[in-house]
Every structure is written in structure tokens, then in C-alpha cells.
């Protein structure tokens, strides 16, 4: 499974992909509203309650991304017996957080 980045800002959003490479979660921020769908659409968790815009700051991302990514898992029916949700959302995202580092530069980081 992975937790693809396909924007960094406005808005700053992710694939999830099965181990097939088919994408069963959407997750985007933009404008303050950041949501979650499952495969179907649906939104599975959603906040609008948030101090970013467009991208993350501090420490939203990973505040709202693992209970939306949870809730993306929870969505798909992925056994909770044999899956520790938490551990996979918490080693997703954490590919996620580097793929922002790369995208955005060192220099935006330590600026922003």
C-alpha cells in the first residue's frame, strides 16, 4: 500500500493505492476543508476546523491524515485482526511527510 502525493499546495493531496496500484482513498486540503473518500466517493472523514489553507502546517498533517486514513482502511472492510490500522496509517504517512520535504525543498522548510 501506498500514500502517494499528487499535489503539495493548493490544494496539498494524496492517492491511497492498494498493493495493485488502484487508488481506494482521495485526500485533498484546500480552502480550509480537508476531506477523505473511500473508492466509491464517499467521504469517510472530513474537518474544516483547521489553521492551514491550502497545505498542512505544524502539525495538522499528521493530527487529521492517520484518523482520515484510518477511516479510508475502515472503509475498505481491511480486517482490523490482521492489520494494526494505526502502525500502517502512522508508515504511510510517514512516506507522505517525506514527499513533502521533497517537493516543497529544504530551503521552503526551514522558512515555512
Not at 493548493?10 to 480537508?34: A, K, M, T, V
Not at 499528521?62 to 502512522?90: C, G, Y
Amino acid at each position: 500500500m501506498q500514500l502517494k502525493l499528487t499535489c503539495g499546495a493548493c490544494p496539498e493531496q494524496y492517492s491511497l493505492l492498494d498493493d495493485n496500484g488502484i487508488e481506494i482513498g482521495y485526500f485533498r486540503l484546500r480552502h480550509g476543508w480537508f476531506r477523505a473518500e473511500d473508492s466509491s466517493g464517499q467521504i469517510v472523514y472530513e474537518t474544516r476546523e483547521l489553521r492551514s489553507d491550502g497545505i498542512f502546517e505544524g502539525d495538522e498533517r499528521r493530527e487529521h491524515m492517520i484518523p482520515a486514513i484510518n477511516a479510508v482502511l475502515q472503509a475498505q472492510s481491511i480486517d482490523p485482526q490482521t492489520t494494526d490500522q494505526q502502525s500502517l496509517a502512522e508508515q504511510l504517512l510517514e512516506g507522505a511527510d517525506q514527499a513533502i520535504d521533497d517537493w516543497a525543498g529544504e530551503d521552503w522548510i526551514d522558512e515555512y
